[in-house]
Nanobody, 117 residues
Framework: QVQLVESGGGLVQAGGSERLSCAAS????????LGWYRQALGKQREFVAT?????RTYYADAVKGRFTISRDNAKVYLQMNSLKPEDTAVYYC?????????????WGQGTQVTVSS
């Protein structure tokens, strides 16, 4: 079991910045893929960004050029710049691990980001 705890978030003005952090109970370098997803009120959870253990990053088109995902030995981060009201959502940290045969997904409890216009 991997436990994930997010921090950061809150109320931000449009055009502003915010950084989310996610600490894992497992050593970061042992996690194959770390990512961020978000869920707006009344909508399905959607992909935001991921980073692999090799450092490759992937972004949703909606956040490309504005958000940056990174990781160090302890945490994974999501730097969010030029925030828009449509970025308002609960943001979830995700960890994916494989034993070479199957993949396992783990989720944090989520942190609310509200962008005011």
């Amino acid at each position: 079991q991997v436990q994930l705890v997010e921090s950061g978030g809150g109320l931000v003005q449009a055009g502003g910045s915010e950084r989310l952090s996610c600490a894992a109970s497992e050593r970061i370098f042992s996690i194959n893929v770390l990512g961020w997803y978000r869920q707006a009120l009344g909508k399905q959870r959607e992909f935001v960004a991921t980073i692999t253990d090799g450092g490759r990053t992937y972004y949703a088109d909606a956040v490309k050029g504005r958000f940056t995902i990174s990781r160090d030995n302890a945490k994974v981060y999501l730097q969010m710049n030029s925030l828009k009201p449509e970025d308002t959502a609960v943001y979830y940290c995700n960890a994916r691990l494989t034993n070479g045969i199957t993949w396992s997904d783990y989720w944090g409890q989520g942190t609310q980001v509200t962008v005011s216009s």
